[in-house]
């Protein structure tokens, strides 16, 4: 059972950058896939990016892609998403992911989740 906790949330004007976190504990988070879902009021959980067991491999949203950055340190057993230009719409609550997979880009084969964290973007 893999437990995840992210953190590095908050307030931020437009244009302005955050890093999140996503700590696992209890399992070997080497072999986990990896992903950053975000979810405004609303409107439904969506897909921001996702990472490989190994790093090698990510894949993004076309709504965050070149200021978006995931990344992760299995020796630390964290991720990361690095987020650049914020705007306004990019507030939402983030959620961190883990899969079985090796990549995966949809919600449904995803079997680990944190708590998430708010992110809000004031213009």
């Known amino acids: 059972q893999v437990q995840l906790v992210e953190s590095g949330g908050g307030l931020v004007q437009a244009g302005g950058s955050l890093r999140l976190s996503c700590a696992a504990s209890?399992?070997?988070?080497?072999?986990?896939?990896m992903g950053w879902f975000r979810q405004a009021p609303g409107k439904e959980r969506e897909l921001v990016g996702a990472?490989?067991?190994?790093?090698?491999?990510?894949y993004y949203s076309d709504s965050v892609k070149d200021r978006f950055t995931i990344s992760r340190d299995n020796a630390k057993n964290t991720g990361y998403l690095q987020m650049n230009s914020l705007q306004p719409e990019d507030t939402a609550v983030y959620y961190c992911?883990?899969?079985?997979?090796?990549?995966?880009?949809?919600?449904?084969?995803?079997?680990?989740w944190g708590q998430g964290t708010q992110v809000t973007v004031s213009s």
């Open positions: 992911a883990a899969t079985n997979k090796f990549l995966a880009t949809v919600s449904h084969e995803y079997n680990y």
């Open positions: 209890g399992g070997t988070f080497s072999r986990y896939g």
């Open positions: 990472i490989s067991w190994s790093g090698g491999s990510t």
